[in-house]
């Protein structure tokens, strides 16, 4: 290449980029280079492995439904916080610290893709497969702490089926320790418990049940109290209880 065609060659890159930072912005321009950053960190989040096969909760929650409730929505979560550009998350605390520092300023991008992986994540948790359904209760010290606040364990699953039942669109009912004492309540869209946002009963979360439609409108359609009654079959309350006790 002669000398006159390098010139220009190198002349007319350096006139891009400063017409491509003009266009953009500086801000853009620094966030594309952070985001090349975070690629090469390692620094991302990951779909968590499921503890069970997707047919594992049959009959109560179908294979189908599991499979695309795992691998399409808690992962579309994942990819949209991956995509963010860095900077976005905080990567030196773990996921509950990330939603406990989530309020009204926070972008909604973040607020729904964060909520919507943390809440999934501990969902997946607090299910467990009863494919002989044998009776499945709570024990421990989180069974009378059930009976001592909510009288007995039929008024409380009572109490969160009719919560549960009543969440109006997409959301959450949870059990949380607020202050030493259970509590039932729900939140909208992928809030939690955690997160410091107005109107939220915050507290350490010890169950949590997703009514969004994608997670039972395939089998029950719109019965979403189907869903919940059988629901009770396959609740994990081993992992309630050590999230109970781990208080
Ligand atoms: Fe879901």
Redesign the pocket.
Known sequence: MSDRRKFLKTSGLIGLSTLAAKLMGEEKISALEKLGEQENSGKSFTLPKLPYSYDALEPFIDKQTMEI?YTK?HQAYVDKLNALPSGNIDFSTDDATKCSNIDKSTSAIIRNNLGGHYN?SLFWQLLKPNSENKTNLPGGKLASAITKEFKSYEEFKKEFSEKATKVFGSGWCWLILQNGKLKITTTPNQDNPLMNIEGNEKGKIIMAL?V?E??YYLKYQNKRADYITNWWNVVNWEKAEELFNTQ
């Open positions: 409730h929505h999934h997703d969004w994608h997670a």
